[in-house]
């Protein structure tokens, strides 16, 4: 059974989305600011996380920061239609993110969306007979989802991942944006292409001196150049 943590200042909130999730088949702790959020991830382990971004202490944003390191995905609720709050959002880590007042049937949607990518990767990598993928100091192990620089992690959240899976795949295929979308958040996916904008500037911030790597191809989207 797949764990959520659900973290809202909203008690009212917070407890729909509990009820409905547990409707659901999901497993789920609740708490209502960013500090216990980080205390309580430690202790939960959860394999998502839904996050709110406006809170007391510590609101969503810095929360996501601190766990976008850790590969587990966060779906954030945010207060306003407002695009800088999305953008902040997946600069941040966020793997998706919804705008309040919401549908819960939709945010159970995305969720099972993230989940059903998550497990066929994982599937596919177990299938797949090569195990790791070398470019270089580049290492791609696609059964542990794990990629190093030089023997150093990365630690990318599960998009990135598949983002640099999907490259590496393809050495010097161009992809554009609508491509990307499809190819790894699904045709389910509700975002628009500024969303890959921010996951490959996070994704290349990661990289660090292999980020030129992932070139812009002007007018279409991005391609994997081996280092």
């Known amino acids: 059974m797949k764990k959520i943590l659900i973290v809202d200042d909203d008690e009212l909130i917070a407890n729909l989305v509990e009820e409905n999730l547990k409707l659901e088949g999901f ?40 766990l976008q390191d850790t590969g587990v995905p966060i779906v954030m ?27 819960s049937r939709e945010l159970v949607a995305r969720i099972r969306s993230i989940f059903r990518r998550i497990d066929k990767a994982n599937e596919k990598a177990l299938k797949q007979d090569e195990r790791l993928k070398l470019h270089k100091g580049l290492r791609i192990d696609k059964e ?61 911030k990661k990289l660090g001196e292999y980020s030129s790597c992932i070139e812009t191809v002007f007018g279409i989207g991005y391609r994997y150049k081996e280092p």
């Not at 407002?82 to 919401?102: C, M, R, T």
């Not at 640099?164 to 010097?172: A, D, E, T, Y």
């Not at 491509?179 to 996070?202: A, M, N, P």
Request: glycine share 8%; hydrophobic share 40%; with cysteine.
């Open 27 to 66: 497993e789920t702790q609740v708490c209502h600011d960013g500090i216990a959020a980080l205390k309580m991830f430690e202790e939960y382990k959860p394999d998502l996380v839904v996050l709110d971004v406006m809170m007391p202490g510590l609101d969503g944003f810095h929360v996501c920061r601190k």
């Open 77 to 103: 609720l945010t207060a306003k239609n407002d695009i800088s709050d999305k953008l902040i959002g997946l600069e941040a880590g966020a793997d998706d993110y919804i705008v309040k007042p919401f549908d």
């Open 144 to 204: 542990s989802r794990m990629a190093y620089i030089n023997g150093r992690e990365l630690n990318l959240t599960p998009t990135e991942f598949e983002l640099m899976l999907l490259f590496s795949k393809n050495p010097g295929k161009a992809f554009s944006r609508e491509q990307l979308l499809d190819k790894v958040w699904g045709y389910e996916f509700l975002g628009d292409s500024r969303t890959v904008d921010i996951h490959i500037q996070r994704l290349r």
